[in-house]
């Protein structure tokens, strides 16, 4: 296990050199200058040139890379041009946000999909069953900032129970912290509670085909037996790999969102580096988030085997 372990980690490395070679060079190929940006229309040639100089811009494209993935390799991922400051400290103060955002986003997805992918997999062809094919549709086709404003719109402004946006940490109170997490989480959540009530219902249909599951009915032993005690225990590998890779995905996702409802975490901070060509916060925010996302995927392939005890890395 610990010798799988150390290998999957290794393996990490070449990926997330990928990623910040494909990132670092696609954000300096986009038009726009962020030394001009910064000095605005009217500033002279001259100037925009003496910034770009004090920014390190006017060296090689190779040779940029090489002293930020040389100082990455630090823990130092330089400093924002407009913020003024560490990036990577930037970046920690804005990661508990989009973290709450996400981790409720996935509660949301597990508890909408997977006991629906369930049910309709048990009634199959049932109108539960189209009901939930049909929802599961709308989930994966509508986008998640219009479901958001849909929600600001008849929660916040119609009905008034929820705001419009903003963020409360869970320091200053749980009930308003959960309280201005409801919409964005429906909202960043609804799509993924689609694909896995999907996932899980194709498992689930896949598995209650099964002998063992036709011999355990025999026996007399209730549907709900059947489904939570037999059936469920081996599809559990699917679910988990699937609410796996949705938790990277929504920490992606989590910046259309967060610009939705002015949500101050990493995600649109992102969005505002993107506007401002912040070149050192893209990189740095883009190399947090694909490592978040490949551990997350390490973290759910050790649990494998505490869901099924044929599976032993060696």
């Known amino acids: ?93 804005r990661l508990p946000a989009t973290f709450s955002l996400a981790v409720a986003a996935l509660l949301v997805a597990v508890i909408i999909g997977v006991p629906a992918g369930i049910i309709a997999a048990a009634r199959q062809n049932s109108v539960f069953d189209g009901s939930v094919m049909v929802i599961a549709l709308l989930g994966i086709s509508v986008p998640s900032f219009w ?51 999907r996932m899980t219902r194709a498992s689930m249909l896949e598995v209650i085909r099964k002998d063992y599951i036709t011999t355990a009915r025999s026996k007399g032993q209730s549907e709900f037996v059947v489904v939570t005690k037999h059936a469920l225990k081996n599809i559990a590998i699917s679910v988990l790999t699937v609410v796996g890779m949705a938790f990277g995905i929504l920490l992606g996702g989590a910046v259309i969102v967060e610009t939705v409802f002015a949500y101050p975490g990493v995600g649109r901070l992102v969005v505002q580096a993107v506007t401002r060509r912040d070149y050192p916060l893209i990189q740095g925010a883009l190399l947090m988030i694909a490592s978040i996302y490949v551990i997350v995927n390490l973290v759910v392939d050790l649990l494998y085997p505490l869901f099924d005890p044929r599976i032993k890395y060696e």
Request: hydrophobic letters at 55%; charged letters at 10%.
């Open 147 to 197: 479901l958001g404003l849909l929600l600001i719109l008849i929660f916040s402004v119609g009905l008034g129970w929820f705001p419009t946006g903003g963020y409360v940490p869970i320091s200053e109170g749980f009930v308003q912290h959960v309280k201005y997490l409801v919409l964005p989480a429906v909202s960043l959540g609804f799509m993924q509670a689609a694909l896995i009530a």
């Open 1 to 93: 296990m610990l010798r799988y372990t150390l290998s999957r980690m290794l393996g990490l490395i070449p990926t997330l050199i990928l990623v910040a070679l494909i990132s670092f060079f696609l954000i300096h190929l986009t038009p726009g200058d962020p030394a001009a940006v910064m000095l605005g229309v009217e500033a002279t040639p001259e100037r925009v040139a003496n910034l770009r100089a004090d920014m390190g811009l006017d060296q090689p494209l190779t040779v940029q890379f090489k002293d930020w993935v040389s100082s990455a390799l630090q823990g130092d991922l330089g400093n924002s041009f407009f913020l003024g400051r560490p990036v990577a400290e930037a970046l920690v103060e």
